[in-house]
């Protein structure tokens, strides 16, 4: 980072901008956003009506002026408000950033950052309300999807001719709320909220090609565990964890790994960004190969700024996801698969647009965007005391769900 002009001089620098001293330069940049819309079949829910959201950010920042260390800590709030169904969710996010050029080409960077997020009064899919002759007649609420996260990592990047290349390692942790009415060991893991704690080590590579060019190629381990949910036998999906019976299985921990690459291309001529990305990501269940799975994936993406204020943007992302074919096997408790042979699958299909307009010294910008996503798999649902054997969970692993938002963005 190079020196900063002073604020008097600049317009570029956010309006919260002062000195310290006469090596520091404080910063505070702020963003509200606020939109409502509509939206369909949330989170594999059959709901659907309007939506409310708002957030607000800040991110406080101490720059060197000479740009080789800095201090920021980003905090924001958000807001969710659903009409017609319940999942209102709110969130608090805080943390510190650490960056430092250790020599001319290499920069050092730290961070750590803790958030709390409430879904209060969720409906429930694993607890089912039930009338006298055992129907099931709607789902109890709960706050069980309510959770703490917090996320450290740290990373070297070497600053070369061509790009840059970074190497990064971290650990998050998800700990959700305790629910008395529902059992996380007895019930099906499928859906649930679980939590987790992820190890993880990446190394990426950032190439541009005289401005108009880029290629990012970028790999991923991690190492995931599960403290409260026990490992699934192969082919029964058995955990042993039940009252009596076999001792439980060992908790589930998972080997997981990951690689991309995106090409982004900028045709000046046009005003348009094109973006093209593949992937592949395999999941490794290390107690037998219930879990484990391979999933190649594609995107392609479009921003054309066809004028100055106005951006048009539109994507698309396909998934398949495979299983093994020693994970699943039909027995008692497991039915057949919807469709094929023992192996399980599913596709996953979403296409997003945005079109925005910038005004106000392009500090306000109203918007309008909207994402469709189809999920197809050829699990067996849950059908009413057909499977799971003796419950009342009654889900369909086949969705599609539609949002509409219109808003308004401001940075100052």
């Given at each position: 980072m190079a020196a900063a002009p002073s604020p008097s001089t600049s317009r570029k620098l956010p309006e919260l901008t002062g000195r310290i001293g006469r090596f520091w330069l404080f910063m505070s940049p702020v963003s509200a956003d606020v939109s409502g819309g509509y939206t369909s079949n949330w989170m594999l829910r059959e709901l659907e009506g309007q939506v409310v959201e708002a957030e607000i950010g800040a991110t406080p920042t101490l720059r060197y002026k000479r740009g080789r260390f800095m201090v920021s800590t980003p905090l924001s709030a958000s807001w969710r408000?659903?009409?017609?169904?319940?999942?209102?969710?709110?969130?608090?996010?805080?943390?510190?950033?650490?960056?430092?050029?250790?020599?001319?080409?290499?920069?050092?960077?730290?961070?750590?950052?803790?958030?709390?997020?409430?879904?209060?009064?969720?409906?429930?899919?694993?607890?089912?309300?039930?009338d006298q002759a055992g129907a099931r007649t709607g789902l109890a609420s709960t706050d069980r999807y309510s959770y703490d996260s917090w996320d450290v990592a740290a990373g070297l990047t070497w600053f070369h001719p061509l790009g840059r290349t970074t190497v990064e390692g971290g650990f998050s942790r998800h700990l959700y709320d305790v629910d008395p009415g529902y059992d996380p060991v007895l019930s099906p893991t499928h859906l649930v909220p679980l939590d987790r704690d992820i190890a993880r080590a990446s190394i990426s590579t950032q190439l541009k090609f005289e401005r108009t060019l880029g290629i990012r190629v970028k790999g991923t381990v991690q190492s995931i565990a599960d403290p409260l949910a026990y490992?699934?036998?192969?082919?029964?999906?058995?955990?042993?964890?039940?009252?009596?019976?076999?001792?439980?299985?060992?908790?589930?921990?998972?080997?997981?790994?990951?690689?991309?690459?995106?090409?982004?291309?900028?045709?000046?001529?046009?005003?348009?960004?094109?973006?093209?990305?593949?992937?592949?990501?395999h999941n490794d269940d290390l107690f037998q190969d219930y879990y484990t799975w391979s999933a190649p994936s594609a995107g392609a993406d479009v921003r054309v700024r066809p004028v100055r204020s106005l951006a048009l943007e539109a994507s698309y992302e396909v998934l398949l996801r495979t299983y093994t074919a020693s994970g699943y096997q039909e027995g008692p408790g497991h039915p057949p698969l919807d469709r094929g042979d023992a192996v399980r699958e599913l596709s996953r299909h979403r296409v997003?647009?945005?079109?925005?307009?910038?005004?106000?010294?392009?500090?306000?910008?109203?918007?309008?965007?909207?994402?469709?996503?189809?999920?197809?798999t050829n699990f067996p649902d849950y059908e009413p005391y057909l499977f799971p054997e003796g419950s009342a969970y009654d889900i369909d692993f086949d969705y599609s769900w539609l949002t509409v938002m219109a808003g308004v963005r401001l940075r100052l």
């Open positions: 408000e659903t009409f017609g169904f319940s999942l209102r969710q709110v969130k608090l996010d805080g943390g510190l950033k650490i960056s430092g050029r250790v020599l001319q080409d290499f920069q050092l960077g730290a961070e750590g950052g803790f958030a709390r997020t409430w879904r209060p009064g969720w409906p429930d899919l694993y607890q089912p309300l039930l490992a699934r036998d192969a082919g029964t999906g058995t955990t042993h964890s039940g009252v009596g019976g076999l001792p439980s299985n060992p908790r589930q921990d998972f080997f997981r790994w990951s690689t991309d690459a995106r090409l982004s291309a900028w045709l000046r001529p046009l005003k348009t960004r094109l973006g093209l990305s593949v992937g592949f990501e997003a647009a945005e079109a925005a307009y910038s005004m106000s010294s392009r500090r306000l910008q109203p918007y309008v965007e909207f994402a469709w996503q189809q999920v197809d």
